[in-house]
């Protein structure tokens, strides 16, 4: 969301990419809240609070809420990668992911891609 991110070319590259071919995006709402406090920590409440408006808003965005065995899958996860530094929110992810059926993560995050997970990038298919 903001033009000086080191990644930010790139990022707004794979999104409009993704709108351009009409992917859905999916995201769980842990992702959302971490999201929203990066933003109210580096921008503000009010960009930050923008930015949630318009996930919700885009008809291409789906947003899947944690429930329990999300929790369950999530906690084998983390144990399978105890090796790793992933974050809960991460293993829930990964755990959404493999209940969709969602190969592929529009992430610069690599730790999507030691779980077993495809990184999209713009030019790549689905």
Do not use: K, Q
Not at 50 to 73: C, G, N, Q
Not at 106 to 119: I, K, T, V
Request: glycine content about 4%.
């Amino acid at each position: 969301m903001s033009a000086r991110d080191r990644r930010h070319v790139e990022a707004e590259a794979m999104f409009r990419g993704a709108a351009a071919r009409r992917i859905r995006l999916l995201t769980t709402n842990l992702v959302m809240a971490e999201v929203h406090r990066l933003l109210r920590l580096r921008v503000g409440a009010r960009a930050a609070t923008r930015v949630l408006d318009r996930f919700e808003a885009s008809p291409l965005t789906l947003v899947e809420f944690a429930t329990a065995e999300h929790h369950r899958a999530a906690r084998v996860w983390l144990e399978r990668l105890a090796d790793r530094a992933i974050s809960y929110t991460d293993a829930v992810s990964f755990a959404v992911m493999e209940a969709t059926r969602c190969a592929a993560v529009l992430s610069f995050d690599r730790d999507f891609e030691r779980a077993g997970f495809r990184l999209w990038r713009a030019g790549a298919s689905r």
